[in-house]
């Protein structure tokens, strides 16, 4: 169906991908429906004038979408790029009070019935689920701890969730706000662990936090017969700096 009024848009998921492209996604503005903009017959976003519409805390104006959601990515909206343009900007207090009124306790409250844990991650089976976006805010009693490492030779973050009850999920951190575009894709920042100190003393100060969070697009790991998607963090807000830059 499209929609012939022009579609606002809250950015709240600002999130890397391979190859220098990168997702942008957020809530209705006024309302709280997640939406994906998505370019016809294109997989994510590009550089240039894209990177600079879509801003976190930014209200983007897309133009006409058109739905083409598919379980669970049932937010992805067609749109022309050309037309869309940011036209204001969230202060960070009212942005950070529009997350928390979206946030939700449980994983599965957001993602439903579908979803399930596998090993130290969270996934849907390909083709079910009612959504793949939404807004987590950890309870007092989860241990929440974000992690610098390195795997291979590759410097990466994740998000490291000690769930009581449950097991610790161990999970992929792709906010945009750590990399920066190189000629061969994107590269961690120079100033990238120091961010994540600092988010870690924040946590550890009891500043309140909150993950938005996502399901992949479907892929299958080497052990996999069929795709999932996989839950992973997009971005980390914090309440006293959720529009942090580094």
Known sequence: MVNMLDTRLLVTHLTRMDEGRFCAAGVRDGGEENIRPVLRDQRGLTGGIMAGVFQLGGVVQLGPTKDVGIA???????????LARMVGAFVPPDFWNR?????????????GNDFYTEGRSGCVN????CCSLGYFVPLRENH???KYDVF???PRIRVVLERVGGSALNLAVNDLRFYEEKPWGWSLRERA????????HKIADGVPCVLAVGLTRPWARESDLKP???LQVNNIYYEDDPLWRI
């Open 72 to 82: 669970p990515e049932v937010e992805d909206h067609e749109f022309e790029g050309r």
């Open 193 to 200: 662990q120091e961010q994540v100190e600092l988010i870690n």
């Open 144 to 146: 929440l701890q974000v």
């Open 152 to 154: 291979g030779d590759k």
């Open 228 to 230: 999932r998607h996989w």
């Open 99 to 111: 997350l928390r009124c979206l946030a939700r306790p449980a994983l599965a409250t957001i993602f």
């Open 126 to 129: 390909e083709g079910k689920g």
